[in-house]
């Protein structure tokens, strides 16, 4: 990280359009992590992000130009961005460089046949793919053990999981570029009777001098207030990247 980055260690901004589930994130890493939060709209940006350790992007509705450029260029020049649930969704895909920065794409057509699509008031399993990494494995308990496919030509895996209830699942994401893969998800989808498995739910990736995390869940306090995913989303917001490079 730069000097300036460290200069200001723990401080976190939460740009949100929702703000009671941000300021209840913010509210617990105050308590939990003692590190000061605060929660900004897009458009109440600080002119200089470079003094915050971290920036988490909680944005349902769609992303600002201007926003978007500040993010790309916060997190290129060595800071860490925080990508949580719906900063990824059809809504952006209008948006210049958003889905080439982060690696994502999201395919238009049948979701049957691989297109993108977004399913609410579901529950989804949520499963540990990365059980050596700080984010998913620091202080975090697991209450159950899912099988999972972790390759194409094994069986699947028992692997550590829990259960969000009226949740919101993201299916077909399709990512391109190398990353760490940190959570994956199971849905059955009660219309057609299919099972989904995919590896999308949580990720993370450099970009230029700084990195991006992603997670998935957080469609609401349902999911924000599951003390599983809370303990995740608290350590992607302290975790500090240049240990592991």
């Known amino acids: 990280m730069t000097g300036a980055l460290a200069s200001f260690a723990g401080q976190v901004l939460f740009v949100a359009d929702e703000f009671p589930a941000m300021e209840a994130v913010a509210g617990r890493l105050q308590a939990i992590e003692h590190t000061p939060g605060s929660v900004v709209w897009q458009t109440n940006l600080p002119p200089d992000l470079s003094r915050f350790d971290a920036v988490a992007v909680y944005i349902h509705r769609g992303l ?3 926003a978007e450029r500040a993010f790309i260029d916060y997190t290129e020049a060595g800071g860490k961005l925080v990508v949580l649930h719906h900063s990824i969704s059809s809504g952006k895909r209008s948006n210049k460089d958003w889905f080439r920065f982060l690696g994502v794409a999201l395919p238009e ?13 579901v529950t989804q399993q949520v499963v540990n793919l990365a059980q050596g990494h700080f984010i998913t494995t620091d202080n975090v ?6 099988a999972f496919p972790t390759s194409a ?9 829990f259960t969000l209830t009226n949740s919101e699942v993201y299916l ?11 959570l994956g998800f199971r849905y059955a989808d009660s219309a057609s009777g299919r099972t989904y498995a995919q590896s999308h739910a949580g990720w993370c990736k450099p970009a230029g001098k700084g990195w991006i995390v992603y ?9 924000l207030n599951h003390p599983t995913f809370q303990r995740i989303l608290l350590n992607a917001l302290v975790w500090r990247p240049e240990t592991s490079r």
């Not at 057509?109 to 008031?121: A, L, P, Q, T």
């Not at 030509?153 to 999981?161: E, I, K, R």
């Open 172 to 182: 077909n994401h399709t990512l391109t570029g190398p990353r760490t893969l940190l």
């Open 64 to 66: 600002n130009p201007a």
């Open 215 to 223: 997670l998935q869940p957080g469609h609401g306090l349902d999911d």
């Open 141 to 146: 308990h697991y209450p159950e053990r899912v």
């Open 153 to 161: 030509d094994a069986p699947p895996a028992l692997l550590p999981a």
């Open 109 to 121: 057509g049948d979701f049957s046949r691989g297109g993108y699509k977004w399913i609410e008031g």
